[in-house]
């Protein structure tokens, strides 16, 4: 025991892991200070962009899902339907058909973007919360009471958002009357 306790590699060890320690600190708040500029220079750029403030009207729609649903998006006039918007973020159902036979429980195709899909889940959870939107609310409800799972309910209710964010983006819309 005494030994080891005079070993001097015992104590330089010791103060090398806290050099290394504090080096990494440091190095980690550079890197915090550094994101909290560029998030503040995302919302400064986004809030003069009518379509973020479009989307962003939309109950249960922060900035942060916003700026990631338009920067996914891009030209709302590059989809000449809602349809191909639903199908460029992967969320159309796929059908499983072969002669007669055809699939009683289908799945989305995922082929689309994967953040698109990911920011439009979270808003969907977002609005579903009691300040969020009443109308995707009773949209979930009606799905559930058909006997839909609850990650079919709320694919459908993603559906539901993307075909909103469509048409308020086309017409150039703030929603009104949804919440």
């Known amino acids: 025991m005494a030994a080891a306790a005079n070993n ?3 104590k330089v060890s010791f103060s090398s892991h ?7 600190i440091n190095l980690l ?3 915090q200070e550094h994101l909290s500029h560029l998030q503040s220079q995302i919302d400064t750029l986004a809030e003069k962009v009518e379509a973020y403030q ?4 939309i109950p249960g729609i922060g900035s942060k899902i916003a700026a990631t649903i338009l920067s996914e998006i891009g030209e709302i006039h590059r989809f000449n339907h809602a349809k191909k918007l639903v199908a460029f ?4 159902p796929s059908v499983y058909a072969s002669g007669k ?3 009683t429980t289908n799945k989305i195709t995922k082929r689309g973007s994967k953040k698109l899909r990911h920011a439009l889940y979270l808003a969907v959870l977002c609005g579903l919360k009691k300040t969020g939107s009443k109308k995707l609310r009773e949209f979930y409800d009606k799905k559930r009471d058909a006997g839909k799972p609850y990650r079919v309910a709320l694919i459908a209710c993603v559906n539901k958002l993307l075909h909103w964010i469509y048409a308020l983006l086309v017409k150039q819309e703030r929603i009104v009357d949804l919440a």
């Not at 479009?54 to 009207?57: A, E």
């Open 8 to 10: 001097p590699f015992q």
């Open 18 to 24: 806290l050099v290394s320690l504090t080096m990494f």
């Open 101 to 103: 036979f055809t699939a």
């Open 89 to 92: 973020a992967g969320i159309d």
């Open 29 to 31: 708040l550079q890197y």
């Open 54 to 57: 479009i989307i962003q009207s």
